[in-house]
């Protein structure tokens, strides 16, 4: 699909499975943007082969890897919104880059890849996602990338007694 810096940026492919499970487990073991915690990840390969299964086998989401060397460093994938007919035009997604890796354009690669794909598709209208409010830089990059602001949902996330976070919600017409 993409190739820039010695970073190909292409279809996910079942294969794919251990080095993506990984990034997301490091992910979400360093990370406070992730609404699940480190203790509640217990997804397991086969469950997560079963899900990029699923991504694969529709056409109205996809799987998409960066990798360099031929090792995973990032992914991003689409998930359609659902299968009633109303909503059948949109879906959001999620990205996740290894730590060793940020900072690099990998996120802006992947995101890139995700939106010419969407463009192309003939069912898919909207990307959405939903961010973290203290996720300044994802912020950032979706803004860059052409996404827009439509909502939040105030004090979503209880980070402790006393700490909320508020849960952007951002859309992109494609």
């Given amino acids: 699909m993409q190739n820039s810096n010695d970073i190909i940026v292409r279809f996910g492919k079942m294969e794919d499975a251990e080095m993506t499970l990984e990034i997301q487990k490091s992910v979400i073991a360093e990370s406070d943007y992730l609404l699940t915690s480190p203790e509640e990840n217990k997804k397991t390969l086969l469950e997560h082969r079963e899900w990029i299964q699923k991504r694969i086998e529709n056409e109205n989401e996809t799987y998409i890897v960066a990798q360099t ?18 909503t059948s035009h949109t879906g959001s997604f999620g990205l996740m880059v290894h730590k060793s890796y940020r900072g690099l354009g990998v996120g802006e690669m992947l995101l890139t890849a995700l939106l010419h794909w969407a463009e192309k598709n003939p069912s898919i209208e909207k990307v959405s996602l939903a ?4 996720n300044q830089k994802a912020i950032s990059l979706y803004k860059k990338m052409g996404f827009i602001e439509e909502g939040r949902k105030i004090k979503e996330f209880k980070i402790n007694d006393h700490e909320y976070w508020d849960d952007v919600l951002m859309y992109k017409l494609v």
């Fill in 131 to 134: 961010v973290f409010s203290t």
């Fill in 69 to 86: 060397d031929e090792k995973v460093i990032g992914w991003i994938a689409f998930e359609h919104s659902s299968n009633r007919k109303r």
